[in-house]
């Protein structure tokens, strides 16, 4: 992944703020910038997390962004997304080195140099966002070349059998057989330039993998150097990952002992900042996951200022390059994948049972298992380390106070704890890599994100449901608006029996509650259904507990009548029962995640793509760090979409 597919501010740059245009004059830090307004002249100083819809020092007039609902988007526009993407980021990449063969690109994309540069103006205006670059359809006149579905069949059937083999077959080859089996079948014989296109289409390690063998695919992007390559500034590399924390906490209410909390955390890699972090009292799940990640894409002062720490800084965020996770499951419906995808993140799942891989986040996991430890309450690795230590009786902790606990380590961390890994502390190394040094090239500072809602969105687990005259059925729970109306019946083209799928999207927190993205205003509107708020976990006890009422699919209002008999029993039991306790805190940090969001979906917003991203290159693993006492790799668990 090149850095040079990211948006990033130096002398020169244009940025909005407050509605004011400003040109930057100086990076001051990691987080300043000397600007000069652009009416008046004024010099100022702006944070970044001020800025809006940052833009190139010299803006040309993009094409006007289109909202798209991408459940119309075939799988092959999308290939045509990402093939454009690739050819504007060898542009920006030699741009950067001064390199002029830009001709050459266009020639390799078969386009003119004009059409590259504006697929470039287009990609930029949008954010770096893959869906800006999904062809618009046309009804008729020029844009009709489309390819006869039975000459994609036929394309589609040669890669996959004959094209990606150890045969290995040119290009010429390919276009000639190619052509040769549509004339047998009297079709349209596609250009030979269509077909090149197509092939440049195919994934380099899929190419590799089919065409030389598995052992050539692992060779050339699994090679093992000792450490991570490519990990040369901020973002370059993140890890994440998330484990059980050894510390039992109290609920708010009673303060006596419930369970422990889950945390998600996120290092970059070059500078050892904990990018971000999502702490939980829930079952791990994709949620944790995507919450995690926009943690460290968004800037965290307002995050900070409802949670005071003593004046504690964390001026860490951006888009990461590669985001490294474990790889034990895949997400259901490709959830953290797509969401990737759209923003330019390569997701590389790391190897089953080759912990090397996530070497910096395991350490980072386990000095944070080592701190706990220190407080009352913990539990230790095991009975051996935990002797006759009663952690619940010395458990005095609650959720709030645990998360506030663990801003004020990390802000210690990152800047008075000197890294031996890196032979100085998180932050400065973080500076360095943006600001430069004698000895590395300034980098640049990353503007935050324009749609912070939209991002959230992105990553939050979706379904894809057929819409009826009820409305949608999730789980049991019915969801309708007058906003569905229009969508009622609608069946696919091809196929009057099978209804159009459409994509929803639910937080399991809250899950009375789901997001649909409308087509006609291209915006999210939000769809209930008829019960109060409560988590999927919640809805899972409920329908159990139904089934051993003898009701197999109760309707809303068992449902209903339920959780209203449960959440009576968790307050009457909640002084005596760790389970009631547990239950009854786990609903009040859903409502505070409740509160803290945004009421409605964004106004506008690009809705993500349904298929999964290509495989990417793996970088190579880092070596397997020492041995921590006390902490336990085999607790770390897997992150998966238990939303089901």
Not at 14 to 25: E, H, I, K
Not at 40 to 66: C, F, H, M, N, Y
Not at 256 to 283: E, H, M, N, Q
């Amino acid at each position: 992944m090149s850095a040079a597919t990211r948006q990033f501010l130096d002398t020169g740059s244009q940025v909005l703020a407050n509605g004011r245009t400003y040109t930057v004059l100086q990076l001051l830090d990691i987080n300043l910038l000397m600007c000069r307004e652009d009416a008046s002249g004024e010099r100022a100083v702006l944070d970044l997390s001020q800025l809006s819809s940052p833009r190139a020092a010299k803006p040309i007039a993009a094409t006007p962004q289109r909202q798209l609902d991408l459940q119309t988007i075939t799988n092959d526009d999308w290939l045509r997304a990402e093939f454009k993407r690739t050819r504007v980021k060898a542009l920006w990449e030699q741009s950067r080195h001064g390199d002029s063969s830009y001709k050459s690109i266009a020639a390799n994309a078969g386009v003119s140099v004009g059409t590259l540069y504006r697929w470039a103006e287009i990609y930029r205006a949008s954010g770096c966002v893959l869906s800006s670059l999904i062809e618009e359809k046309r009804d008729g006149g020029r844009g009709q070349g489309r390819l006869d579905e039975a000459v994609e069949t036929i394309i589609s059937d040669y890669v996959g059998n004959d094209y990606l083999t150890l045969q290995k077959p040119t290009p010429a080859a390919a276009a000639r057989e190619i052509r040769r089996r549509c004339s047998n079948a009297e079709l349209p014989l596609p250009a030979v330039n269509t077909i090149r296109l197509r092939l440049g289409w195919i994934a380099e390690r899929e190419h590799v993998k089919k065409r030389q063998g598995t052992a050539a695919a692992e060779d050339k992007f699994d090679k093992i150097e000792g450490s991570i390559p490519n990990a040369n500034w901020p973002l370059a590399i993140v890890q994440m990952d998330h484990t059980l924390l050894p510390v039992m906490i109290v609920d708010d209410v009673h303060r006596l002992p419930i369970k422990r909390a889950w945390i998600t955390l996120a290092i970059d890699v070059f500078s050892r900042v904990c990018l971000g972090f999502y702490l939980t009292l829930d079952p791990p799940s994709a949620m944790s996951a995507g919450m995690c990640v926009t943690h460290c894409m968004l800037p965290k002062n307002e995050w900070l200022s409802q949670r005071p720490t003593n004046g504690g800084k964390w001026p860490f965020f951006g888009t990461m390059d590669s985001l490294h996770c474990d790889n034990a499951r895949e997400f259901r419906g490709h959830m953290l994948l797509v969401a990737c995808n759209e923003y330019d993140i390569d997701l590389i799942l790391r190897p089953v049972k080759k912990p090397r891989y996530g070497a910096h986040i395991e350490r980072l996991m386990g000095t944070v298992s080592e701190a706990l430890k220190s407080l009352k309450g913990a539990t230790f690795s095991g009975p051996d380390e935990k002797g006759e230590y009663d952690a619940d009786g010395n458990s005095c902790m609650t959720f709030e106070e645990l998360e506030k606990w663990l801003i004020l380590m990390f802000t210690n961390y990152h800047c008075n704890v000197v890294h031996t890994g890196i032979g100085t502390t998180p932050e400065q190394r973080w500076r360095e890599g943006l600001m430069g040094t004698k000895t590395l090239p300034r980098r640049g500072l990353q503007p935050p994100p324009a749609d912070t809602e939209k991002l959230r969105l992105d990553f939050m687990p979706f379904h894809e449901r057929v819409i009826n005259p009820y409305g949608v059925e999730i789980d049991g729970l019915n969801y309708f608006d007058d906003i569905l109306r229009p969508y009622i019946g609608r069946t696919q083209p091809d196929n009057p029996k099978r209804g159009i799928e459409y994509r929803f999207r639910r937080d399991p927190r809250d899950v009375s509650r789901i997001y649909f993205f409308e087509e006609s205003t291209q915006r999210y509107y939000t769809v209930r259904s008829a019960l109060p708020p409560l988590s999927i976990w919640e809805l899972r006890e409920v329908k159990q507990l139904a089934k051993e009422q003898g009701v197999e699919k109760p309707d809303e209002r068992q449902m209903f009548e339920i959780l209203t008999q449960m959440r009576k029993i968790e307050d009457a039991a909640a002084a005596k029962t760790r389970a009631a306790r547990s239950a009854k805190q786990q609903r009040t940090e859903h409502a505070k995640a409740r509160k803290g969001a945004a009421t409605e979906p964004p106004q506008e917003a690009t809705a993500v793509p349904n298929a999964p991203a290509p495989a990417s290159r793996e970088p190579d693993p880092a070596p397997v760090p020492d041995a921590i006492k006390g902490y336990d790799p085999s607790r770390i668990r897997p992150i998966e979409d238990d939303d089901d």
